[in-house]
């Protein structure tokens, strides 16, 4: 499975957008990008998944860029409930046993 | 439905130990599988288990191994603990676990310090 790169951190104002960044530049044409969430102190909670078209949900969108490469997620309007570490995770689909999930980006929403 | 749980909650353990840990799924649900996460790795995969089968596995050693029973609960077994060890030990169920997008259930998890 590809690895991917994200920031440790980042700030964002409640009521904003969040976007969140990641790349994967060693991705393969049959993986997919998903991206995860955990709350502190719970198990992480499936977001959105994509393999080349950007994708939108009840909870975000996923913009994935022409060559694949890297990936944004973005909170529409970030509330503080959205605080958590995020994780950005490639792998082909029904492989997501297998990977390691990383550190991800911390994202702390402010008042 | 009642979550997903695990057992014990915490666990202090030596070097050179060996421990198991339990993990419940939710009522109905067949594919277990166990992470482990620490600050500085993240979250890791270890291997997941369907209907008494170890389906799938992480980049783990062979010190590390689980098993299914025939009513779905699983049980993790660390063999001759390390320090690097000490994490938290995540179990999640889902009902067939074959799709990244299937919803996984996570349980509380096991604190495990390896002394």
């Known amino acids: 499975d590809a690895k991917t790169t994200q920031p440790t951190s980042m700030d964002c104002a409640e009521g904003r957008a969040a976007n969140l960044p990641c790349n994967h530049s060693?991705?393969?044409?049959?993986?997919?990008v998903y991206w995860y969430r955990q709350i502190h102190s719970q198990g992480p909670q499936y977001i959105i998944h994509g393999l080349k078209n950007n994708e939108t949900n009840e909870m975000a969108s996923l913009i994935i860029t022409e060559d694949r490469k890297s990936s944004t997620l973005i909170l529409p309007h970030a509330t503080l409930r959205d605080t958590a570490v995020y994780y950005c995770?490639?792998?082909?689909?029904?492989?997501?046993?297998?990977?390691?999930f990383g550190t991800g980006t911390k994202l702390q929403v402010i008042p | 439905k009642a979550g997903v749980t695990q057992t014990p909650r915490y666990l202090i353990k030596t070097r050179g130990q060996q421990v198991t840990l339990s993990c419940s799924p939710i009522s109905g649900h067949r594919s277990v599988s166990w992470y482990q996460q620490t600050p500085g790795q993240g979250l890791q995969f270890l291997f997941e288990y369907f209907s008494e089968t170890q389906r799938n596995k992480g980049n783990f050693p062979g010190r590390f191994s689980g098993r299914q029973f025939s009513n779905s609960r699983s049980e993790m077994n660390v063999s001759t603990l390390e320090l690097g060890d000490s994490a938290l030990y995540l179990c999640?169920?889902?009902?067939?676990?074959?799709?990244?997008?299937?919803?996984?259930?996570f349980g509380p998890g096991t604190r495990l310090t390896v002394l």
């Open positions: 060693t991705i393969s044409g049959n993986e997919y």
């Open positions: 995770i490639v792998s082909v689909s029904g492989g997501y046993q297998k990977v390691t």
């Open positions: 999640a169920s889902s009902s067939q676990g074959q799709s990244f997008t299937d919803t996984q259930y």
